[in-house]
């Protein structure tokens, strides 16, 4: 069963202790496996981003922890009521106004996947992985099957306008097409007035292809190919 309200808490604090599933034949690290209860969408139509391993960046170790509701409620409600993030994720509010959009996605069929950023055990951002050929977007842009979608936001103001987005960027995308050898593109579509997250979206080797029209905005879609993604 999904979680009540009332079970929407978030522990505070600033580490987690988790275990990434390691490369193979590399040794585990410490901490426990997050548990299933309240994450029933584990993301089989993504292949399984719970079961992907740390990536090695210049800013330090970067995992995808797929979200708990019980631990993380607090601090995600906390990173979308910060005005530079409010103005384009547009989910301020309480807690509840967080808890129904996780839930719209953790209820789901698992084609959509909320994670946490973890850089070096430390939450700094939230990421959605999502089958962006199964979602609406899918209607805006010519989709080819199994195309990866990526949606994000960095946490902590001090975290923004260094390059840290760039660089994570880049670690994810190359993770989806690591992990889903089906998948022969990423891609994003960050709100056209988003100049800063178009530009992190260039840096990390994605290419401009196209301006689309969604409900909400008018978006740059950004795609990394894989057959580019050793060029750029």
Request: glycine share 8%.
């Amino acid at each position: 069963m999904p979680p009540t309200d009332s079970d929407l808490r978030a522990a505070s604090d600033h580490t987690l202790d988790l275990q990434i599933p390691p490369e193979p034949g590399a040794l585990p690290v410490g901490g426990d496996r997050l548990p299933a209860d309240g994450t029933p969408a584990a993301g089989p139509l993504l292949d399984n981003p719970a079961d992907w391993p740390a990536a090695d960046t210049p800013a330090g170790s970067f995992a995808l922890v797929p979200v708990r509701p019980d631990r993380d409620l607090d601090r995600i409600t906390a990173w979308m009521n910060d005005p530079a993030v409010a103005a384009f994720w547009e989910l301020a509010g309480p807690p509840e106004t967080t808890a129904a959009h996780l839930r719209a996605q953790l209820d789901g069929d698992g084609r959509s996947v909320p994670c946490l950023g973890v850089l070096d055990g430390v939450p700094m951002s939230y990421w959605e992985i999502y089958r962006a050929d199964l979602d609406r977007v899918a209607r805006c842009y010519r989709a080819r099957p199994h195309d990866t979608g990526v949606h994000l936001l960095i946490g902590g103001a001090g975290d923004r306008g260094r390059g840290l987005g760039t660089a994570l960027l880049r670690a994810t995308a190359d993770l989806v097409l690591d992990r889903r050898p089906r998948c022969e593109r990423v891609i994003a579509e960050p709100d056209l007035r988003n100049t800063a997250s178009v530009a992190a979206f260039l840096s990390a080797g994605f290419r401009y292809a196209e301006e689309i029209e969604l409900p909400e905005k008018r978006a740059a879609l950004m795609v990394r190919d894989r057959a580019h993604r050793h060029l750029l």
